[in-house]
């Protein structure tokens, strides 16, 4: 906001602030200039004030314009130009459209006095803001000039601009007002915002988010049932401390690691699947009120009721690879899932039926096989990786696997390692 206050004979308004210049001009030439359009082509056209400068405004090239220079006193005139396909709209508007195409240098002097009237009309609506007063030559020669440029739309098309030169010494010196803000979070206590709230996160190898299954329940080691954390762009912003809810609580035997490993009968296949990765737990976008955030700032403790109706995910990097409900075990939050989310590979073709022969290895066979060695007793090449047992999770293996030329084991083909970015520099 600014205040106007008479200028000296010798001072110059302006000049290091266009910022705050343009909330004056907007507050007072701009509600004029579209007063004045309002009144003058009843209310037809809309004025959007979108440029403040001292310099020669580039938004003034690329097109033709009628100028007309309004006297304010003997000495001094502001300048108004009005682009041509502007012009155009402005006459067929007040008296009608023309048959022929339209050309600003061959206006008639009837078009030519209609829009003069509006640029002076336009002039009369905004001289109360301006100093009429003669000044000399020195301070004429050393101000500039505020060029403000508008550009003009008729319903939902742009027609044109508009573009006000005036000397700065003709304005008043425009004082900036530092005012108190008018409003308080707590008038905003009730709005809504959408946030991510996460309960904490674990670290489990990658063979275990494969063997996730309903029933299954995550601890998450890196939690505290009295805090949640306010996540954007998956980085914590900040704690809160929370009433955790009772009915949340169950009581198992075993957890962790050790259920983990119970329950899959799973052991590392490879280097891969021995990789930790951390898996978060976040609940779906919830609605807080500004009035919470603020009692979150202040370290208060509320009570996120509405946070256990919430669908809780487990999310690995970018990936969700699973959903469930909240619960806590001793000290800390778990997930109960109760939703796997499908692999890529599983999603869009099914498993290939599996053959109890050993499968063919896919390789063309070879022009010019070696002197007294068959096709089908050449070794493995090297490199080959074994497949995993056909049952996914056996008691105890017999025996070794089988070779298989392809590079992922059997027990692998509904996952894919490319779904997660793994930083590892040791591998």
């Given at each position: 906001?600014?205040?106007?206050?008479?200028?000296?004979?010798?001072?110059?308004?302006?000049?290091?602030?266009?910022?705050?210049?343009?909330?004056?001009?907007?507050?007072?030439?701009?509600?004029?200039?579209?007063?004045?359009?309002?009144?003058?082509?009843?209310?037809?056209?809309?004025?959007?004030?979108?440029?403040?400068?001292?310099?020669?405004?580039?938004?003034?090239?690329?097109?033709?314009?009628?100028?007309?220079?309004?006297?304010?006193?003997?000495?001094?005139?502001?300048?108004?130009?009005?682009?041509?396909?502007?012009?155009?709209?402005?006459?067929?508007?007040?008296?009608?459209?023309?048959?022929?195409?339209?050309?600003?240098k061959k206006l008639t002097d009837i078009e030519a006095m209609l829009i003069k009237?509006?640029?002076?009309?336009?002039?009369?609506?905004?001289?109360?803001?301006?100093?009429?007063?003669?000044?000399?030559?020195?301070?004429?020669?050393?101000?500039?000039?505020?060029?403000?440029?508008?550009?003009?739309?008729?319903?939902?098309?742009?027609?044109?601009?508009?573009?006000?030169?005036?000397?700065?010494?003709?304005?008043?010196?425009?004082?900036?007002?530092?005012?108190?803000?008018?409003?308080?979070?707590?008038?905003?206590?009730?709005?809504?915002?959408?946030?991510?709230?996460?309960?904490?996160?674990?670290?489990?190898?990658?063979?275990?988010?494969?063997?996730?299954?309903?029933?299954?329940?995550?601890?998450?080691?890196?939690?505290?049932i009295n805090k949640m954390s306010v996540m954007r762009d998956n980085v914590e912003?900040?704690?809160?401390?929370?009433?955790?809810?009772?009915?949340?609580?169950?009581?198992?035997?075993?957890?962790?690691?050790?259920?983990?490993?119970?329950?899959?009968?799973?052991?590392?296949?490879?280097?891969?699947?021995?990789?930790?990765?951390?898996?978060?737990?976040?609940?779906?976008?919830?609605?807080?009120?500004?009035?919470?955030?603020?009692?979150?700032?202040?370290?208060?403790?509320?009570?996120?009721?509405?946070?256990?109706?919430?669908?809780?995910?487990?999310?690995?990097?970018?990936?969700?690879?699973?959903?469930?409900?909240?619960?806590?075990?001793?000290?800390?939050?778990?997930?109960?899932?109760?939703?796997?989310?499908?692999?890529?590979?599983?999603?869009?073709?099914?498993?290939?039926?599996?053959?109890?022969?050993?499968?063919?290895?896919?390789?063309?066979?070879?022009?010019?096989?070696?002197?007294?060695?068959?096709?089908?007793?050449?070794?493995?090449?090297?490199?080959?990786?074994?497949?995993?047992?056909?049952?996914?999770?056996?008691?105890?293996?017999?025996?070794?696997?089988?070779?298989?030329?392809?590079?992922?084991?059997?027990?692998?083909?509904?996952?894919?390692?490319?779904?997660?970015?793994?930083?590892?520099?040791?591998?």
């Amino acid at each position: 906001m600014a205040v106007l206050k008479t200028q000296s004979s010798e001072s110059i308004t302006g000049g290091n602030n266009l910022f705050n210049d343009y909330y004056w001009f907007y507050s007072n030439i701009y509600n004029k200039l579209q007063k004045a359009s309002d009144e003058f082509f009843q209310e037809e056209f809309q004025l959007k004030f979108i440029s403040i400068s001292f310099e020669d405004n580039v938004l003034l090239y690329g097109d033709e314009y009628f100028v007309n220079k309004i006297p304010v006193n003997k000495t001094t005139s502001i300048i108004m130009k009005i682009s041509s396909n502007l012009v155009s709209s402005l006459l067929d508007s007040a008296i009608g459209a023309s048959e022929t195409s339209f050309k600003l240098k061959k206006l008639t002097d009837i078009e030519a006095m209609l829009i003069k009237s509006f640029t002076v009309f336009a002039y009369k609506n905004i001289e109360n803001f301006l100093n009429k007063t003669e000044v000399s030559k020195k301070i004429i020669q050393s101000s500039r000039n505020y060029n403000l440029t508008f550009f003009v739309k008729q319903g939902k098309k742009h027609t044109g601009k508009i573009i006000l030169t005036i000397p700065s010494y003709l304005l008043p010196e425009i004082v900036p007002v530092k005012n108190s803000d008018n409003f308080s979070i707590s008038d905003f206590k009730t709005a809504k915002a959408l946030l991510t709230i996460s309960a904490g996160y674990a670290k489990i190898a990658l063979n275990e988010v494969k063997a996730l299954e309903e029933g299954d329940i995550i601890v998450l080691d890196n939690s505290d049932i009295n805090k949640m954390s306010v996540m954007r762009d998956n980085v914590e912003v900040i704690k809160f401390k929370i009433n955790p809810n009772p009915s949340l609580i169950i009581s198992i035997d075993k957890t962790g690691d050790e259920e983990m490993e119970e329950q899959t009968g799973l052991n590392p296949q490879n280097m891969w699947d021995s990789i930790l990765v951390d898996i978060i737990a976040e609940f779906d976008n919830v609605k807080l009120t500004l009035g919470e955030l603020k009692q979150i700032s202040e370290g208060l403790v509320i009570d996120l009721g509405s946070v256990y109706e919430n669908k809780i995910k487990l999310r690995v990097e970018n990936q969700i690879v699973a959903s469930g409900e909240l619960v806590i075990l001793n000290d800390r939050y778990g997930v109960r899932i109760d939703n796997v989310k499908k692999s890529k590979e599983e999603t869009v073709k099914p498993a290939p039926a599996r053959n109890t022969a050993p499968p063919e290895a896919k390789k063309p066979a070879p022009a010019k096989p070696a002197v007294g060695v068959k096709p089908a007793q050449r070794p493995a090449a090297p490199g080959a990786r074994p497949a995993a047992p056909a049952a996914k999770r056996p008691a105890k293996p017999a025996a070794a696997p089988a070779q298989n030329p392809n590079p992922k084991a059997a027990g692998d083909e509904n996952f894919d390692y490319s779904d997660f970015e793994i930083e590892d520099e040791s591998i």
